[in-house]
C-alpha cells in the first residue's frame, strides 16, 4: 500500500459514511489495520464503569475516540453538584487539545457503561486530524450531536417540569434496556437532570404509587410505558 492510498481512505470512507452511514468505530479499527503508522500513534485503554476516563487536564491535552461503551461529559459546581452535559456514543471524538482549545476548567469524562477508548497527544493529535479527515469529520459530528443534546436539555430545563423530564429519561433509558434499568442509581438519573438526589427518589416513589415503575436497589422495572410517555409529553404518530 502506498502512501498516497494511506491518505486517501479516510477520505474515502468519510465519504462512504455519509453515503450508507457506516460505523465510525469500525472504520478506525479498519485504518489501523491498514496503516501500521496510525496503529503506532493511539493508546488503546479500557474503562469499567462508573471510572473516570480523563481529567479537566486530561482534556486539553489529549484527544479521545469513543470506540465501545458510553461517556458521560461532567462538570461540577463549588458546591460539588454534578450535571451530565452530554452523553456521547460510539464513534465520538472529543478532547479539546486537539483543537489547541484551553477546555473547560471544570469539565471531565466518566465511563458510563464498560467502555474501550483511544487516545492521542494533542501534539500528534492536530496533525492526524489533516493527515486523517476521518477524525476531523468525526469530531464536526461529535460536537453536533453535543450541541443537540444541549439545545433539548435546554428546552426541557424551560418548558418541562421534573416529573416530565424523569419521565421522558425513563423512558430514553428503558428502550435501550428492554424495559428494565439496572446499575442506574437515583444520584446517576439527579446528575443527567441537573437537580438533588432526594427529589429524584420523591418523584419515583410517587411513579411507584401510581404502578408506573417497580423498584429495586440500582434498579428500575418499566411497568406501564405508555402512562409514562403521556407524562413525558411523548406521542407516537
Not at 465510525?24 to 485504518?31: A, E, G, N, R
Not at 482549545?101 to 469539565?107: I, L, Q, Y
Request: aromatic fraction near 6%; hydrophobic fraction near 40%.
Amino acid at each position: 500500500m502506498t502512501y498516497e492510498t494511506v491518505l486517501q481512505r479516510p477520505q474515502v470512507n468519510r465519504n462512504e459514511a455519509n453515503q450508507r452511514n457506516l460505523n465510525l468505530p469500525q472504520m478506525l479499527m479498519d485504518l489501523r489495520e491498514e496503516d501500521p503508522v496510525f496503529g503506532r500513534r493511539i493508546n488503546i485503554r479500557s474503562v469499567d464503569r462508573g471510572e473516570s476516563i480523563a481529567s479537566p487536564e486530561d482534556l486539553k491535552r489529549k484527544m479521545y475516540m469513543l470506540m465501545q461503551g458510553q461517556v458521560h461529559l461532567v462538570c461540577t459546581n463549588n458546591e460539588g453538584r454534578r450535571l451530565v452535559i452530554a452523553t456521547l456514543e460510539p464513534g465520538a471524538i472529543f478532547g479539546e487539545g486537539a483543537l489547541n482549545n484551553p477546555g473547560e476548567a471544570n469539565v471531565f469524562a466518566e465511563a458510563a457503561s464498560d467502555v474501550t477508548v483511544w487516545s492521542v497527544p494533542a501534539s500528534e493529535a492536530r496533525n492526524l486530524t489533516i493527515q486523517y479527515p476521518i477524525l476531523g469529520w468525526g469530531m464536526l459530528q461529535t460536537y453536533g450531536k453535543r450541541l443537540m443534546q444541549v439545545e433539548n436539555n435546554l428546552e426541557d430545563v424551560a418548558y418541562k417540569k421534573l416529573p416530565e423530564r424523569l419521565a421522558s429519561l425513563l423512558v430514553e433509558l428503558s428502550n435501550q434496556a428492554n424495559g428494565l434499568i439496572q446499575g442506574v442509581s437515583h444520584q446517576a438519573l439527579a446528575d443527567r437532570l441537573g437537580t438533588y438526589r432526594e427529589t429524584v427518589s420523591a418523584i419515583l416513589r410517587d411513579f411507584k404509587r401510581q404502578d408506573l415503575v417497580e423498584l429495586g436497589y440500582r434498579r428500575i422495572n418499566i411497568v406501564d410505558a405508555e402512562a409514562l410517555k403521556d407524562i413525558a409529553g411523548i406521542w407516537e404518530w
